[in-house]
């Protein structure tokens, strides 16, 4: 309704819907226009010569107006197609055309799809729709360069030659001289001498070479045939854009199918469009085109359009669903900077605390290192698991929220709050320092190779400064991540969940204090909770201990019954664990209490944790690692 003037004609020659209309009531579909744009003689000699849209508009007015056969004649401004490059309009009219019919190759190439993986998995239906919509590829183009169509044509008859001697012949001449042989070799040396003689010899030969090129799509859609060694390989990955559907992932398929009867990928992957911030689409006219280069570099109004880097933008892209339309805006790159600079702040706190580390020498086995290094290499373990696996998956965005969900909730927010104390006030080559140390050394190897592929300048930054990695060579050379299966203890996440349980009721009954400044007490009846937790404290009352440290308190009591007397200004915590061992054989509640207490003891100048026996000196552990020196 918004488009056109309402009145419909008819001229098979000048349209896709006309032409096909004439075709199936046998009109005639001779085209009386010329590649000129001018009339041709069978338009008859008042028409002949003129152009269609200038003066021979005017002439057919004229000669309508002449036959009585104008009714009304009047100016009207309507939409129509007009050429880009030249700003004119486009005279739409039939020619003569290359095509390859790809009836039976489609079937064929339907039926190889079903074991292409494609990624998202509805993109492989919109292909077959995208195939289903192509009655036959049209492979010639008219343009003044590209990789010429084999064919001569007859001077003066409608007539072609091509034949398998022919295209062997002009395959052998463009693998020598390259394709533009066509456009500057005489005819008759572009002919094998037995076809030349054929059709009458050099010099009465009425054929010349053909002026048609092969659409771009046909060059791109064969280059399996160039990249992929041996006749049956397949490409792991096609990759592109959802245009493409009907593009290079069908050029590329029907070629493949015609040439040998295989697909050419095994996995295709299909992602949308990048929108502007509020979805709008990105174009040169409309000038709202994001170039990725004033991203990266910054603009000329650097206040305006700020730098944010290689690595802010495709932490952006790989962040992003990108099987659907994205959109891009300063909020999203500053989303994503800020994101970046949270990583950043893990690996600082990761280098700085492996400094004066060697794992040749320092490393402590696995089985020997605190519950709470085992646990997290244990989480480690999975964690690079899963970022592997969803590599594979191609899904970076789970890539990054898997990193993100580490890096803020395990590390920053969790493991490297609990062990700031051992890594800052206990002896350098303490073993309980050690321990830690080898935990954050694989954290660090592991983080590093887990966002590398997204972020490879931060990686290769972060893996040169590794302090015990002399002479790296680069991260991209020495391959995925390691882990152990030893770190692998299913068994260590009932210790460190029940413990975390009391931990959190502790630090919830204490807001905004510092939890230093409490002793616990924690009471649970003899059983297995009570087993588990004594792993982490085997003497009753400890500042030292790893489930002291755990409760960040100042010293933690573990006691299996009430204690005698509950001082006055106690707070008492309850609350149950369930122990789920052996993949459900062992099931347990426990209950158990949690007593807070503000500390009796004073404030240690050096360790700053409530430890010490009287104010202005140091805690027993203090006191020992400063005498030991
Ligand atoms: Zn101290």
């Known amino acids: 309704m918004t488009k056109g003037t309402g009145l419909v004609h008819t001229a098979p020659a000048h349209g896709m819907e006309d032409y096909s209309v004439a075709s199936q009531h046998n009109l005639s579909t001779d085209c009386l226009v010329d590649e000129d744009g001018v009339f041709t003689a069978a338009a008859g000699p008042e028409l002949q ?3 269609v849209l200038d003066e021979g508009t005017d002439v057919v007015i004229k000669m309508l107006q002449a ?28 020619s003569k055309q290359w095509f390859i019919n790809i009836t039976e190759l489609k079937a064929t190439a339907k039926e190889l799809l079903k074991k292409v993986k494609f990624i998202p998995g509805s993109a492989q239906n919109a292909m077959v729709d995208m195939m289903d919509r192509r009655p036959y590829w049209c492979i010639s183009r008219q343009r003044v360069w590209g990789v010429p169509i084999p064919v001569f044509h007859h001077k003066t008859k409608d007539e072609v030659l091509i034949n398998s001697q022919t295209i062997e012949h002009i395959a052998k001449l463009v693998e020598q001289h390259g394709s533009d042989i066509w456009w500057t070799l005489p005819p008759e040396q572009l002919l094998p001498k037995e076809v030349l003689s054929q059709v009458g010899g050099p010099d009465a030969l009425e054929y010349e070479p053909g002026r048609d090129i092969l659409d771009i799509w046909f060059d791109s859609g064969t280059s399996w045939a160039c990249v992929l060694p041996g006749t049956d390989q397949r490409a792991d990955l096609y990759l592109e854009g959802k245009d493409q559907l009907g593009g290079w992932f069908q050029s590329s398929l029907l070629t493949s199918v015609a040439v040998r009867k295989r697909a050419p990928f095994r996995t295709v992957v299909v992602h949308g469009f990048t929108l502007g911030e509020k979805g709008e689409k990105m174009s040169k006219s409309l000038g709202n085109v994001i170039d990725p280069d004033v991203v990266i570099n910054g603009g000329k109004d650097q206040s305006k359009e700020p730098p944010y880097g290689a690595d802010v933008l495709r932490w952006w892209v790989a962040e992003s669903n990108v099987f659907t339309e994205v959109t891009l805006g300063p909020s999203a790159l500053n989303a994503a900077r800020e994101d970046i600079s949270k990583l950043r702040n893990t690996l600082r706190f990761l280098l700085g605390n492996v400094a004066g580390f060697n794992p040749e020498t320092d490393s402590i086995p696995v089985n020997k290192m605190y519950v709470l290094d085992q646990y997290v290499l244990h989480l480690l373990q999975d964690l690079a698991s899963k970022i592997t696996d969803s590599y594979k998956q191609y899904d970076f965005g789970k890539v990054i929220r898997l990193l ?3 890096y803020t909730r395990e590390l920053s927010n969790f493991y490297f709050s609990i062990i700031k104390d051992r890594l800052y006030c206990e002896k350098a080559n303490d073993p309980k320092r050690r321990s830690c140390q080898t935990a954050l050394a694989e954290i660090l190897d592991v983080i590093v190779r887990s966002f590398a592929p997204i972020l490879p300048h931060l990686a290769e930054e972060v893996f040169q400064h590794v302090p015990y990695l002399k002479e790296p060579k680069s991260v991209f050379r020495t391959g995925w991540i390691t882990t152990s299966s030893v770190w692998k203890k299913p068994g260590l996440e009932e210790a460190m969940e029940s413990a975390c349980a009391m931990r959190d009721a502790f630090l919830r009954s204490i807001p905004g204090k510092n939890a230093a400044e409490h002793q616990v007490t924690i009471v649970i009846e003899p059983g297995l909770l009570f087993e588990i937790i004594e792993m982490l404290q085997a003497e009753e009352t ?11 308190a100042s010293q933690t009591t573990l006691l299996p019954q009430d204690p005698p007397a509950m001082p006055a200004d106690a707070t008492e915590l309850r609350g149950t664990f369930l122990i789920n061992l052996e993949g459900g054989d062992i099931r347990e509640e426990s209950e158990y209490k949690v007593i807070v207490t503000p500390t009796t003891k004073e404030k240690c100048p050096r360790c700053w944790k409530y430890t010490a ?15 030991g020196k």
């Open 613 to 627: 026996e009287a104010s202005d000196t140091l805690c027993p552990r203090c006191a020992d690692v400063v005498g």
């Open 49 to 51: 010569n003129k152009a």
């Open 404 to 406: 993100q969900a580490f």
């Open 67 to 94: 036959s009585k056969n104008l009714l009304l004649e009047e100016k009207l401004v309507h939409s129509y197609p007009y050429d880009w490059r030249t700003k004119k309009p486009v005279v739409i009219r039939a």
């Open 542 to 552: 400890s500042s030292t201990s790893q489930l002291n440290e755990l409760m960040m």
